[in-house]
């Protein structure tokens, strides 16, 4: 679903991101970890086009972004969602509205199949008694949630996550996870994460979501319960280079010091 | 360093000059955001009704008692009428609604992009697929185009009613006197070159507004920032290009 091919890039001399290789397949989420300014922010921004590398391949969805304009690039960007942190929720539209930007920018949709999409997504994130509220009106878990809903509109098959769960107190971070397993697990959907929350990116590699015979979601932990298998790698970034590429049992098992010193 | 300075405000101008181009460029291409472009013009034209009347009301007031002063000297103050309107429509009218409207509407349009930039708003309007030179940039400058003429208009009229109240109860002259002085002064080509320059003020303040908030970086400091350049770019570009298009009708009506 994303395949990144010699991807360099730089700003005013200085090299951010150095012949970056990287294939995230179907349905899997692939953690990007690093110190500041290692390149994952500008690597994910990579991803969906809102900033250019300066040479290498990268193919999102079937579609080669490096070869497209900004125009061909806007109805790609619509193929991927993205929940930004804090959210980046429009101030001056309400819940409803910013959950529903796509479709009134389209337009030609009713009020009634609006209304009836927007329930639909908040439902899944449990924040339908959010609808009629603005943003200011949000705590920062509850306006990551909405963020999610209003990426998961169009169905994407890509997630990107920036600091989903930075500046969250545990519980809240834990349901933003939860939800994180469940579009991964449950919808199939690929996603990337940047993250500088350990303990987010090893619940979301040792977590993973199923149905119960009653069709309950549940989550369960590889660690207690008999999961074999959970789709998630990690990629360690240091000084615009991939320095790692594995699962959760490779990394910790890594003999490099700074992975060791950075996972503990 | 001088030459630094010099080729980091070409890059600045070849910027400016590329989101002017595509702000134009989108008049053409759809979406056209209708709706959006309504909601501006309430704001930046209803919205600002109440500093123009007021500017212009007093500026024609004090116009009229600081001329009638110099004209009493050469026994004219029959013509309070004729200097006030003719130096509205032609000068003060444009120049000073476009001087509000920096202060009012470049640095409220800069703020509002350079929050929406510095919150990652723009990132997300360009992650769900919409441009945002169409949805935000075009149709401030569209309404700001259409409106600053309108509050030129306003501002020239409550002048001229600013003026006359001053003649009539300060300088004692009759209102039909003050009144048919300055409508003769003013001649067809005064409206035309008054209600011109306006199109290309209110292009100049929506313009430096918006390309000021979309170039904003540095967190809350930097919105701060980037609405205080908003404003004094734009009033300064304001003044230069009052030269240049001043020389310009006179060429062209001369």
Redesign the interface.
Known sequence: MIHLEDVSISFGGEQILRDIHMDVGPAECMILLGPSGSGKSTLMKIVIGLVRADSGRIVVAGHELSSMTENEMMAVRQKVGMVFQEGALFDSLSVRENVAYRLYDEGGWSEEEIEERVLQLLSFVDMQHTIDMMPAELSGGMRRRVAIARALLGNPRILIYDEPTSGLDPITARSICDLMVKLRDLEGVTSLVVTSDLSAAFFLSTYTARLDEENETVILSSETDDVCYIHTRFSVLKDGGILFEGNLNELKGADNPFIQEFIT | MFANTIVAGLIQIQKFSLLSARAIANLFRR?RYIRDTFEQMDIIGVGSLTIILLTGFFTGAVLALQSAASLRSFGAVGLTGQLVAVSLVRELGPVLTALMLAGRIGSGIASELG??VV???I?????????PTK?LVTPRMMATVTMTPLLTAVCDFFGLIGGWLVALYELKLRSSLYWSVAFDSISYDDLIGGLTKPLVFGFIVSMVGCYKGLETWGGTQGVGKSTTQAVVAASIMVIISDFFLNKLIIELTS
């Open positions: 979406p929050s929406m919150t990652d708003q990132n997300a309007m360009r992650a769900l697929g919409t441009d949805k």
